[in-house]
């Protein structure tokens, strides 16, 4: 068991930038594979960013890739999302979901434990 609580999200102009964090606590966290989704309003929650557990392998949804970047620090237990170059499309509430171990998965199924979420609103 994991429990997963986001921070950092709030206000900003395009163009502007954001940090999100994840602060997990439970089962160790370094073996666990982490993930941001989004949701918009009416819209079906879509994945974002992972990162793997064992290598530290990344993925990126073509619609954020060269604008957002994830990382981890295993010592503070905290996965983090970098967002640059902000769009109104960006607009959603971000979630944090983890899975122990295993592959980097697109499909929100996947993944066994998720934050609360935290509110990124852009506007033009």
């Known amino acids: 068991q994991v429990q997963l609580v986001e921070s950092g999200g709030g206000l900003v102009q395009a163009g502007g930038s954001l940090r999100l964090s994840c602060a997990a606590s439970?089962?160790?966290?370094?073996?666990?594979?982490m993930t941001w989704f989004r949701q918009a309003p009416g819209k079906d929650r879509e994945f974002v960013a992972g990162?793997?557990?064992?290598?530290?392998?990344?993925y990126y949804a073509d619609s954020v890739k060269g604008r957002f970047t994830i990382s981890r620090d295993n010592a503070k237990s905290t996965v983090y999302l970098q967002m640059n170059s902000l769009k109104p499309e960006d607009t959603a509430v971000y979630y944090c979901?983890?899975?122990?171990?295993?592959?980097?998965?697109?499909?929100?199924?996947?993944?066994?434990?998720w934050g609360q979420g935290t509110q990124v609103t852009v506007s033009s």
């Open positions: 979901a983890a899975k122990y171990t295993g592959s980097l998965s697109v499909a929100e199924s996947s993944y066994n434990y």
């Open positions: 990162i793997r557990w064992s290598d530290g392998n990344i």
């Open positions: 439970g089962r160790t966290f370094s073996r666990y594979t």
